[in-house]
């Protein structure tokens, strides 16, 4: 008889587990309290006009094309991917900066911004590629148990750029305060402030400048419905609407979970639910980690989402666009040093319907507004308004337009939102930070030390937030239950 395996939640981590551990030959089933699966990576359609309501930006083909070709499939049976071109736009106080889709335009983009530019970009993005490299083929695919993991020729040769930081070391090769702000961006992926993350991670430039910026047809949903089809084609069991509402354990085993009041049982668990919340399904001797543990943690900011209906097509504006009209450096400390609703918010905003007209109404846009905040902040309606009303006027500045008279609907999703649908800690967005005291081993293990057969997967742990280390925590951790077997 095959091993059951019972999973927590239905996000990337959840779903890739879920398709490894199925061709592995377990009986696998998913329980996702929400009505649809995808995690933080769910889809709102309203009016003709779809939404990620989450993760908008497609980045790392190769660790997406790598998932399903594990199974035997391509991204292309389950869905079609456009290059973008331009991939983004940043809008400074005084000028805008177009990134474009090949190195020799943001070459070209960078040499008008600051002479000799160029020359230092292609170093630095040339070294960003042999890390990239490094990383993939060499740390993230290994699974956080030991810090011998992280000893190879290739990091020892490296060690240096564990200690320096991306901040230190754009700096040291770049003087215009646009470009250092357009090459630290990417970063701010992985939850932390330039200053504290190791330079190693200039990695995430690469994933920029050299392999693109890209959009599934169709939304960033469409990953998640080829996710949902691999697994119900391996055989696995998906229900939606089923809260867990306990993880059992039994003489030192997680023996199963307890949904709508019934035991589920199992021979392992997996929780690729937010890691706080699943160890608070357990009573409390079974806990790894302590609320001061968890407390004393840099986490990856929240964010206060709006997405909007506009009955007109949007002027001078890209499929991505960041407004880093006010100051970077400001906004960073509001989020980590001294946490609270920023005075003068950089904001991102995703104009899906610019280069996918299945997002919107024919002659409609369709836009997704991302203010990043720190985690756990007041959420009240008066504030998600306020801040609402301070990007549309800088947008309709920065864009010579007027919109605000054009807005059909718009919903928001903020801090009591993350934690509501997500039981996120503290409403955080995109998980823990990787700084250096909290990357590969020193992160939330994927196994747990006190519970037997009871496992994590997801952003809090190994590798890291965002959606391609997501599929990869997936996959490490269903290679641990797979010893188990």
């Known amino acids: 008889?095959?091993?059951?395996?019972?999973?927590?939640?239905?996000?990337?981590?959840?779903?890739?587990?879920?398709?490894?551990?199925?061709?592995?030959?377990?009986?696998?089933?998913?329980?996702?309290?929400?009505?649809?699966?995808?995690?933080?990576?769910?889809?709102?359609?309203?009016?003709?006009?779809?939404?990620?309501?989450?993760?908008?930006?497609?980045?790392?083909?190769?660790?997406?094309?790598?998932?399903?070709?594990?199974?035997?499939?391509?991204?292309?049976?389950?869905?079609?991917?456009?290059?973008?071109?331009?991939?983004?736009?940043?809008?400074?106080?005084?000028?805008?900066?177009?990134?474009?889709?090949?190195?020799?335009?943001?070459?070209?983009?960078?040499?008008?911004?600051?002479?000799?530019?160029?020359?230092?970009?292609?170093?630095?993005i040339a070294k960003a590629q042999e890390n990239y490299d490094i990383a993939i083929n060499k740390i993230v695919y290994r699974p956080g148990i030991s810090p011998f993991e992280l000893v190879t020729k290739d990091t020892a040769l490296r060690v240096d750029q564990f200690f320096k930081t991306i901040s230190g070391q754009v700096r040291k090769q770049f003087k215009n305060p646009k470009l250092i702000a357009t090459l630290e961006f990417p970063v701010l992926f992985l939850g932390a402030k330039p200053s504290k993350t190791p330079s190693f991670y200039s990695f995430m430039n690469f994933a920029d400048f050299g392999l693109g910026t890209w959009h599934p047809k169709g939304g960033m949903y469409k990953i998640i419905e080829g996710m949902?089809?691999?697994?119900?084609?391996?055989?696995?069991?998906?229900?939606?609407?089923?809260?867990?509402?306990?993880?059992?354990?039994?003489?030192?085993?997680?023996?199963?979970?307890?949904?709508?009041?019934?035991?589920?049982?199992?021979?392992?668990?997996?929780?690729?639910?937010?890691?706080?919340?699943?160890?608070?399904?357990?009573?409390?001797?079974?806990?790894?980690?302590s609320e001061a543990y968890w407390d004393g943690k840099t986490f990856a900011p929240s964010s206060l989402l709006f997405y909007v209906g506009f009955n007109k097509k949007l002027q001078n504006i890209e499929h991505h666009n960041l407004f880093f009209d006010t100051d970077f450096e400001r906004h960073a400390e509001e989020?980590?040093?001294?946490?609270?609703?920023?005075?003068?918010?950089?904001?991102?905003?995703?104009?899906?319907?610019v280069t996918d007209k299945s997002m919107a109404p024919e002659g409609y846009e369709t836009g997704f507004f991302l203010v990043p905040i720190a985690p756990d902040l007041e959420?009240?309606?008066?504030?998600?308004?306020?801040?609402?009303?301070?990007?549309?006027?800088?947008?309709?500045e920065h864009t010579d337009q007027i919109v605000e008279n054009n807005i059909i609907f718009k919903e928001s999703f903020c801090v009591n939102d993350f934690k509501e649908q997500y039981n996120s800690y503290k409403g955080n967005a995109y998980g823990m930070a990787n700084t250096l005291l909290q990357t590969a081993f020193l992160r939330p293990g994927l196994k747990s030390k006190k519970v037997k057969d009871l496992y994590f997967t997801g952003q809090l742990t190994v590798p890291g937030p965002g959606v391609p280390p997501s599929l990869i925590s997936g996959k490490l951790v269903s290679e641990l239950i797979e010893q188990q077997k």
Not at 103 to 112: A, H, T
Not at 275 to 287: A, C, G, I, K, N
């Open 379 to 396: 959420d009240t309606p008066a504030l998600r308004q306020q801040y609402f009303d301070i990007i549309i006027k800088r947008l309709e």
């Open 335 to 353: 989020i980590y040093d001294e946490p609270k609703w920023p005075t003068e918010p950089l904001f991102y905003v995703n104009f899906p319907s």
């Open 1 to 124: 008889m095959n091993k059951k395996v019972v999973i927590i939640g239905s996000g990337f981590s959840s779903l890739s587990a879920a398709c490894y551990l199925a061709k592995a030959g377990f009986g696998v089933s998913v329980y996702e309290k929400n009505d649809t699966v995808g995690g933080r990576a769910r889809q709102l359609v309203k009016q003709g006009f779809t939404f990620d309501i989450g993760p908008s930006w497609y980045w790392m083909p190769d660790i997406f094309e790598r998932f399903f070709n594990d199974f035997g499939k391509s991204t292309s049976d389950y869905y079609q991917l456009d290059k973008l071109s331009p991939a983004y736009k940043i809008f400074f106080s005084d000028d805008v900066i177009t990134i474009g889709d090949t190195m020799d335009k943001i070459c070209e983009e960078f040499e008008r911004i600051e002479a000799g530019s160029a020359v230092h970009l292609r170093k630095f």
């Open 228 to 289: 949902k089809s691999l697994a119900q084609e391996l055989g696995v069991d998906i229900q939606t609407g089923r809260a867990v509402e306990k993880i059992l354990v039994e003489k030192g085993h997680a023996t199963g979970i307890v949904v709508d009041g019934k035991s589920i049982m199992a021979n392992f668990v997996l929780s690729g639910a937010d890691y706080h919340h699943s160890e608070t399904l357990l009573d409390p001797q079974y806990r790894q980690y």
